[in-house]
Structures are given as C-alpha cells and as structure tokens.
C-alpha cells in the first residue's frame, strides 16, 4: 500500500502545496480486526471525502499531497512524540514522549480513542516495537516526501505557502448543546498569525466570505503539527489551516457526498486559482513581469 500521492500539474505555477492528512481511507485488516466497534466509527474520525472536495486545485497550478493511510491508525498532523507511554504494553525503548492536552484525551499521533471518546484497542494495544513499526511505515515517509516537496517549491518560487486542508464535525454530529448557527462554516489556523503571512489569511477568509460562508480565526482550531512546524513566515515558508465544517458536503452519519459537495469542491478550486494569480502580490515579491 502506498503511504501518500503527489499529484501536480504538468508545469507548477506557483510555490503552493495543498495538503489532506486525514483523508486517507486504508486501515490494516489486522487493525480493523482487533477492534471491536464498527468500522464506520474510525473512518468518521478523519476528513472523509476531504481529498476530492480539494480534487480540483491542480488545475491552478499547484500540487496536491494526501496520505492514503486513514489518520485513526497514524496521525501524521502530530508531533512524533505526542505518544501516551501508558498506552505501550512493554516498557518504551528509544522513544520520546510529550504529554500533550491531545495525547491525554487520546488523540495523539497513534490515537488510542475514537471521535467520540471510544477506546479504540480493548486493552493497552500496542507494543513498543508495533509503534515504531506504524511510524516507520506511516510517519517518517510522510513527513520526508511533504518537506521535500515545499522546499522544492521554495527553491523554484523563492517561497512556498502550505495549504493544509481538514474538515470538522459540526456541532449537530456531535450532540453539541450549542446551537448549529453558532458553529462557523471554516475556520482559518494561521497558528495566531505565526505560521502564515497575515495578508494571505485575510485573502483566504475573504474568498470564503464572499461565497456566503462564515469565517472565524484560531477558533476552536489554531493549526495542527504541520502549521506550526511548516510555517516559518520569517524564512518566507507559509502554512495555513483550513477547517470546513463537514456538513458543507458530507452527510455526516453514512459518509456519503451531499447535494454541496460541488458547490464547495467549484469554491476551493477558485480560490486556488484566485491565488495562483494573487500569491506574489500578497507576498510582496514582484518580478519583471509583474512590473509591466
């Protein structure tokens, strides 16, 4: 099984890297096997779907990265260390942990519950050599080939922008007490405008408002790993998060496509496009061309 895929276009046009971490549908069968639920309960827990809703942005000249393996078996939007060693059947052996507010509500970069808070694994499922194992197979390859790809954009386009690419259950999924208008349609992580140029989230949120969309920042959802660890402005490396509220094309409980799926599919490949044409302006970066 394929770990990821780089889809880009024939001739790149500009330094912008689309990302869909959680994503990715395969699960080992041993995996599968050994949990005790059903299985549409893992797959509920990544960004089903979020691939194809992004499917289009190629078009405008950039590339598109997704992970194939699902994010409840290896959560590549981690820190490597985010591992609760309580959760290891043996003693750790060469590994480093951080005790992250994620790990302890079972959500770190081998996740040990479900969305809703179910154990995944019956007992203390993994051993010390079995977590090394999956980020070997899973992780590292990753987290490579992504780093690769946003310095060959920086090295071809004097910079690169990530555009990390998540959705979020909304509220009426979840049995939220709070009301479903008081849930935004995205919210933009710009890791509190440490990871992303200001100027480029502003652009971002503005596109988004202007398709009738409601728009907050860092709420409830600042930016994982991969923003905060990818986003050095300073050193002209952008990353921004982008979260849309699932029921914007999914239907939540089956994981099929609604009627807006198109809709919000035409949206994310205008803005590609929009930036495409935008991004060097926005980044203060004018060549010859630009100038005429």
Same mark, same amino acid.
């Given at each position: 099984?394929?770990?990821?895929?780089?889809?880009?276009?024939?001739?790149?046009?500009?330094?912008?890297?689309?990302?869909?971490?959680?994503?990715?549908?395969?699960?080992?069968?041993?995996f599968?096997?050994?949990?005790?639920?059903?299985?549409?309960?893992?797959?509920?827990?990544?960004?089903? %779907?979020?691939? *194809? !809703?992004?499917? #289009?942005?190629?078009s405008?000249? +950039? =590339?598109l990265f /997704?992970?194939?393996?699902?994010?409840i078996?290896?959560?590549?939007?981690?820190?490597?260390?985010?591992?609760d060693?309580?959760?290891?059947k043996?003693?750790?052996?060469?590994?480093?942990?951080?005790?992250?507010e994620?790990?302890?509500?079972?959500?770190?970069?081998?996740?040990?519950?479900?969305?809703?808070?179910?154990?995944?694994?019956p007992?203390?499922g993994?051993?010390?050599?079995?977590?090394?194992?999956?980020?070997?197979?899973?992780?590292?390859?990753?987290?490579?080939?992504?780093?690769?790809?946003l310095?060959?954009a920086?090295?071809?386009?004097?910079?690169?922008?990530?555009?990390?690419?998540?959705?979020?259950?909304?509220?009426?999924?979840?049995?939220?007490?709070l009301?479903?208008? %008081?849930?935004? *349609? !995205?919210?933009? #992580?710009?890791n509190?405008?440490? +990871? =992303?140029?200001? /100027?480029?989230?502003?652009?971002?949120?503005?596109?988004?408002?202007?398709?009738?969309?409601s728009?907050?920042?860092?709420a409830?959802?600042?930016?994982?790993?991969?923003?905060?660890?990818?986003g050095?402005?300073?050193?002209?490396?952008?990353?921004?998060?982008?979260?849309?509220n699932?029921?914007l094309?999914?239907?939540?409980?089956?994981?099929?496509?609604?009627?807006?799926?198109e809709?919000?599919?035409?949206?994310?490949?205008?803005?590609?496009?929009?930036?495409?044409?935008?991004?060097?302006?926005?980044?203060?970066?004018?060549?010859?061309?630009?100038?005429?």
């Amino acid at each position: 099984m394929e770990t990821y895929s780089i889809i880009s276009p024939d001739t790149p046009s500009n330094g912008i890297v689309y990302n869909s971490p959680h994503s990715g549908r395969y699960l080992p069968v041993e995996f599968l096997n050994q949990y005790e639920g059903q299985p549409i309960r893992l797959h509920q827990s990544g960004d089903s %779907r979020m691939d *194809d !809703v992004i499917g #289009g942005i190629t078009s405008a000249g +950039s =590339c598109l990265f /997704k992970n194939h393996y699902g994010r409840i078996y290896v959560d590549t939007n981690r820190d490597v260390r985010e591992i609760d060693p309580a959760c290891l059947k043996d003693s750790p052996r060469g590994l480093q942990f951080i005790r992250s507010e994620k790990v302890m509500r079972g959500f770190g970069v081998i996740p040990m519950k479900t969305f809703d808070g179910k154990d995944i694994y019956p007992e203390p499922g993994l051993t010390h050599d079995a977590a090394r194992a999956r980020l070997e197979e899973v992780y590292y390859p990753v987290h490579e080939a992504l780093a690769a790809l946003l310095e060959q954009a920086r090295d071809r386009f004097g910079y690169y922008l990530l555009v990390d690419c998540h959705s979020m259950p909304s509220y009426r999924f979840m049995n939220s007490r709070l009301p479903s208008n %008081r849930q935004a *349609d !995205v919210v933009i #992580g710009n890791n509190y405008d440490k +990871s =992303c140029s200001r /100027k480029i989230s502003r652009y971002v949120a503005q596109h988004f408002e202007e398709d009738g969309l409601s728009v907050r920042f860092n709420a409830p959802y600042a930016g994982g790993y991969n923003t905060v660890h990818y986003g050095v402005p300073d050193r002209k490396r952008h990353a921004i998060q982008i979260e849309l509220n699932r029921n914007l094309y999914l239907n939540e409980e089956d994981l099929s496509l609604n009627g807006n799926f198109e809709n919000l599919r035409d949206s994310i490949t205008k803005l590609a496009d929009k930036l495409n044409r935008e991004i060097q302006s926005l980044l203060g970066i004018y060549t010859a061309n630009s100038e005429k």
